[in-house]
């Protein structure tokens, strides 16, 4: 079978309406700056002006991307038979499993680990870093092999085990690698005929689309079965409102898949183009994560024709669709914590007080241990639920199991790779300030990625 390699952020070029937006806001400035707005009493009233619009000019609407058409007629939807397992629980890699883990990691070791403080600092990864990344095939895990598909069988625990490896370079590259992947899973496990045989080719192609799935919205405590991003019928389409957050490599997507309520009270997901009236796009940073470029897709009036929604809005659908989510996260953390946990180690062994390594220091040692505890105990857990997937089994409770360790023990992972540096670790001398931080957001991030 062979493997392949891509995605970027490259700036929106300047519009006219972007051009329009700087000459207006040149005028504003000379208008703000004049004394006979003290004269008038206007000086509070043009403020608020000048602050309105520049905040608006922060969005942007989606730029048109590829048009989408079908190459050719499928009389059904195409799907992967799962790669059932041994009822067993077994965590051995297969060989094919072993040679993707591989292949993926050598490339997180070599590219995404030197690149990643800088990609942090800027916010968004090095396009020609990104360009290479689709090499991997990592878009093509999960389509069939009819449509075009890399692998026969399809796999939960494959798909884990090549984002772990890519997340132990650098996790926030490694979500702006996996977020296209994400778009082509959520057409192959749910897409018709139609909608496959018009978006999924160029997924399996040389010049693979940026794409993004967006489920998360800026609501504290969300809840993705509760949404306030809305669709309602509206003849023979959907209309789309609300906004969504923290959503990958946005701002240069060719397709999104949206998740949005319902008339009918569950939450669906809908195929949607950049370039739609309506659409646009705000930048929306965390403090982890930097590098997937993460911006805010604001819905207002977005029209969609029927044939957008996926699954026919089968609830069962959506609801696998969180799950995968949420086990993707947990691969992304596996991976970050073993660099943290392999960068700790090599640093209190090298590092000396009194006379010795701090590793000798029986509370440097038992932190360090509980680390890689922690750490083993959400590879179990991760593993296991991937594998229930693969068995055709019910796995929703496990993901859930998976989850709640990653919320709680890897920040904890992060945290002790700090503590465990001293000083050393606030800085951005050492990565491991980043990985807490990446940490972080992974135990309560939705969305983005599909395992």
């Not at 978006?199 to 949404?227: K, Q």
């Not at 969180?322 to 992304?332: E, F, I, N, Q, T």
Request: charged share 25%.
């Amino acid at each position: 079978m062979s493997q392949r390699f891509v995605l970027p952020y490259p700036a929106v070029p300047q519009t006219l309406v972007e051009r329009t937006m700087a000459v207006s806001l040149r005028a504003l400035n000379r208008v703000a700056s004049s004394d006979a707005l003290d004269r008038l009493g206007w000086r509070s009233s043009a403020e608020r002006l000048l602050r309105d619009v520049s905040r608006g000019g922060a969005r942007t609407a989606t730029r048109a991307g590829r048009t989408f058409v079908a190459a050719q007629k499928l009389a059904r939807p195409a799907r992967q038979p799962l790669a059932r397992g041994p009822r067993l629980f077994d965590i051995t890699p297969d060989d094919e499993q072993r040679m993707l883990r591989d292949a993926v990691g050598e490339f997180a070791r070599d590219r995404l680990r030197p690149a990643a403080s800088d990609a942090d600092a800027a916010g968004a990864a090095a396009p020609e870093l990104l360009a290479q990344a689709n090499e991997l095939g990592l878009t093509m895990i999960s389509v069939p092999e009819e449509l075009g598909g890399a692998v026969e069988r399809r796999s939960a625990t494959t798909s884990v085990l090549m984002a772990e490896a890519l997340a132990r370079g650098d996790m926030g590259i490694a979500a702006a690698c996996l977020a296209a992947a994400a778009v082509s899973t959520a057409l192959s496990l749910w897409g018709d005929a139609d909608q496959q045989a018009r978006y999924l080719p160029p997924f399996v192609s040389e010049d693979v689309p940026a794409a993004s799935l967006a489920l998360m919205e800026p609501a504290p405590l969300f809840d993705p079965f509760a949404l306030s991003t809305r669709a309602r019928a509206q003849g023979s389409d959907y209309v789309l409102d609300g906004v969504k957050a923290l959503v990958p490599r946005a701002a240069d997507a060719e397709l999104f898949v949206v998740a949005a309520q319902l008339p009918t009270g569950t939450p669906g997901l809908f195929v949607v183009e950049p370039g739609s009236e309506g659409l646009s796009v705000a930048p929306d940073p965390g403090i982890g994560i930097r590098a997937a470029a993460t911006a805010r897709l604001e819905l207002s009036e977005v029209s969609v024709p029927r044939g957008a929604l996926l699954a026919e809005g089968a609830p069962e659908a959506y609801a696998d669709c969180v799950a995968l989510g949420r086990l993707a996260w947990c691969a992304l953390a596996l991976g970050t914590g073993r660099a943290a946990l392999e960068y700790v180690s090599e640093y209190v062994k090298s590092r000396r007080a009194f006379g010795e390594p701090v590793a000798h220091r029986q509370g440097v040692a038992f932190t360090v241990a509980d680390m890689a505890i922690e750490l083993e105990g959400l590879r179990l857990a991760t593993y296991r639920a991937a594998a229930r997937v693969d068995q055709g089994l019910p796995f929703h409770r496990e993901v859930a199991l998976a989850r709640r360790l990653l919320a709680e023990r890897g920040m904890r992972i992060g945290s002790d790779a700090v503590q465990m540096l001293g000083g050393h670790g606030y800085t951005k001398e050492h990565p491991v300030e980043r990985w807490y931080r990446d940490l972080r957001v992974a135990g309560v991030i939705e969305g983005g990625l599909l395992a």
